[in-house]
C-alpha cells in the first residue's frame, strides 16, 4: 500500500501570506497527485489534479508541483476564505489520502 | 449541474447492516466512475471503494472487504453501498464521488454532503 505523508499537520499563517504543504508518497506516483480543500461541515472540494493541474475555477493563487514521491501545495497572497483543512491523495494505486494540513489564521 | 446526493444513513448496531444510496445528475452517470469516502467524525479522509462506469470492476479498502458490497444502477442514476458485519469503526460520514479506478485512475471532481453512519449499541 502507498502511504501519504502531509506536513505540517498545523500552519498557522496570515491573510496576505504565502504558504506552502507537502506530501511525500511512500513509492512514487509518478504525477497521479490531488490536492482537496475542506471546510468545517462541507464535502472536500478538488483544487488540483495530476499534480499541478488547477480544476476550473480555482483561482490560480493555488498551485501544484512534484513528482514522483515529492509534492507541494502553494497558496499565494492568502484570502480569509483559503482557511481550511487541506489533504493530498494518491490515485495511482487505488487511492490514499494524507492526513491533512489545518491552515489556521494567525 | 452534477449533484450527488446520498442517503440512507443512521443509527445501527454493531454486526448490523445498511444501505446507503447516491443520486447522481447533471453528467453522465454510466460514463463515470464513482466511488465512496468516508471520514470517521474529527478525522481525515479515508477511501472505501470505487466501482467502473459499467459496474464490471470493483475495488475495496482492506478495512471493508468482504463486509462491503459496492452497486450501481445505470437506468437509475443511482450508487449503492451495501454495508454488513458494521463495526464501531464504520462511523463516519460516508460521501459518494465521482471518479475511480480502473484501465486509468481519476481524481475525485465532484462530490455528494454525505450521509452520517453510526455503529453503537
Known amino acids: 500500500d502507498i502511504q501519504m505523508t502531509q506536513s505540517p499537520s498545523t500552519l498557522s499563517a496570515s491573510v496576505g501570506d504565502t504558504v506552502t504543504i507537502t506530501c511525500r508518497a511512500s513509492?512514487?506516483?509518478?504525477?497521479?497527485l490531488a490536492w482537496y480543500q475542506q471546510k468545517p461541515g462541507k464535502a472536500p472540494n478538488l483544487l488540483i489534479y495530476?499534480?499541478?493541474t488547477l480544476e476550473s475555477g480555482v483561482p490560480s493563487r493555488f498551485s501544484g508541483s512534484g513528482s514522483g514521491t515529492e509534492f507541494t501545495l502553494t497558496i499565494s497572497s492568502l484570502q480569509p476564505d483559503d482557511f481550511a483543512t487541506y489533504y493530498c491523495q494518491q490515485y495511482n494505486s487505488y487511492y490514499t489520502f494524507g492526513q491533512g494540513t489545518k491552515l489556521e489564521i494567525k | 449541474e452534477v449533484q450527488l446526493f446520498e442517503s440512507g444513513g443512521g443509527l445501527v448496531q454493531p454486526g448490523g447492516s445498511l444501505r446507503l444510496s447516491c443520486a447522481a445528475s447533471?453528467?453522465?452517470?454510466?460514463?463515470?466512475?464513482m466511488s465512496w469516502v468516508r471520514q470517521a467524525p474529527g478525522k481525515g479522509l479515508e477511501w472505501v471503494s470505487a466501482i467502473s462506469g459499467g459496474g464490471i470492476s470493483t475495488y475495496f479498502a482492506d478495512s471493508v472487504k468482504g463486509r462491503f458490497t459496492i452497486s450501481r444502477d445505470n437506468s437509475k442514476n443511482t450508487l449503492s453501498l451495501q454495508m454488513s458485519s458494521l463495526r464501531a469503526e464504520d462511523t463516519a460520514l460516508y460521501y459518494c464521488a465521482r471518479g475511480g479506478l480502473g484501465y486509468v485512475n481519476t481524481q475525485l471532481d465532484y462530490w455528494g454532503q454525505g450521509t452520517l453512519v453510526t455503529v453503537s449499541s
Open positions: 447533471g453528467f453522465s452517470f454510466s460514463g463515470s466512475a
Open positions: 513509492q512514487s506516483i509518478s504525477t497521479w
Open positions: 495530476k499534480a499541478s
